[in-house]
């Protein structure tokens, strides 16, 4: 005897198998008794399984449309920002916004630094006089530089 | 003529809110019902079979008319009812809210006539046990039997909703139904 076609007694009893198939679970139906029963069992269970699922309690349709339509609204209105559409005006701004930060910044970055100047050497050199600070404090001739530069030689003639 | 649910979901694509509203009109009560057949408790398939519809209105652009269109929303609603569950299954243990739901649908079921007493009693207990036993298979086999006896649907549309071949639904089916045969015969 061929397999059981235990899989397909369910599509065979809704008519679902292609003739073939079907001839031959009806062939194995007719010499199997265990297969036969089975096959009745099946019938009777897929009857009472509906009403063993039996039905939901009612509900209130005009409720249920209504509740969901608030819930589409509120969904519509939770849409992220970044997926909300927007105004043309502001999108074409953003858009100059960032075209100019990405222009000027780049401008910005590639430009060389500029050169130090011969002034600001010389400021630099002369700043070894804020090394000592609380004589420079006491000084009463800041204003005149020249002063100032030539106090290095001021403070060695007085040690020498 | 009723236009076809596919030219409905067409024009839902567009944003058409009446169009919308004639398939939520037409869907609303089998979406329900599916939903609490397998959930087993009417806020949830209320609130899921909501949710299944918003997911239509987002998505309707989507449906490409390959298949169904009740076979494209049935697998939006059997996929969020399936999520729900696997969601839901630690706070289930805790809480069986859904009891009262299926107490009461018990006592609405309508069994055939019968003058016996006792085989009036004996069919509402073996409904009952078989209800029960619905109620524990797999979700994927519960899904596969309700959508049969349910909403009467083909092997081959129940393999689209459930996303798998024709050969797997025949044994989600098979053992489902052997399951079950083996809680009648226990009584």
Known sequence: MARHPDTDLVPYLRGELPPAERERVARHLEECPDCKQDTELLRDLLGNLAHAIGQPPTVNWARYRAELREKLEARRAHVGWWRRPMPVALSASLAGILLFVAVWGGREMSRPAEPIGPDEVVMAQELGLLQDLRTVERLDLLEDLEVIRNLDGLASDHQG | ?187
């Open chain 2, 1 to 187: 003529m009723e236009p076809a649910d596919e030219a409905l979901c067409e024009r839902v694509a567009r944003r058409d809110e009446a169009a919308f509203d004639l398939l939520v009109s037409r869907y609303q009560e089998r979406a329900y019902r599916l939903a609490w057949s397998i959930l087993r408790n009417a806020e949830d398939a209320r609130d899921v079979s909501q949710e299944a519809f918003i997911r239509l209105y987002e998505t309707a652009g989507s449906f490409r008319g390959r298949s169904k269109f009740s076979t494209w929303f049935y697998r939006i609603l059997v996929n969020l009812c399936l999520d729900h569950k696997r969601k839901h299954k630690w706070w289930k243990l805790w809480v069986r809210d859904d009891d009262d739901d299926r107490a009461e649908t018990i006592l609405d079921r309508q069994p055939a006539p019968v003058n016996d007493p006792v085989d009036k009693l004996s069919r509402e207990e073996t409904l009952k046990a078989l209800g029960s036993a619905v109620d524990r298979l797999a979700p994927r086999q519960r899904a596969a039997v309700l959508l049969r006896v349910q909403e009467d649907m083909a092997t081959y549309d129940i393999a689209r909703v459930l996303k798998c071949s024709e050969a797997t639904v025949r044994v989600h089916l098979h053992r489902a139904l052997a399951t079950l045969k083996k809680t009648v015969e226990k009584r």
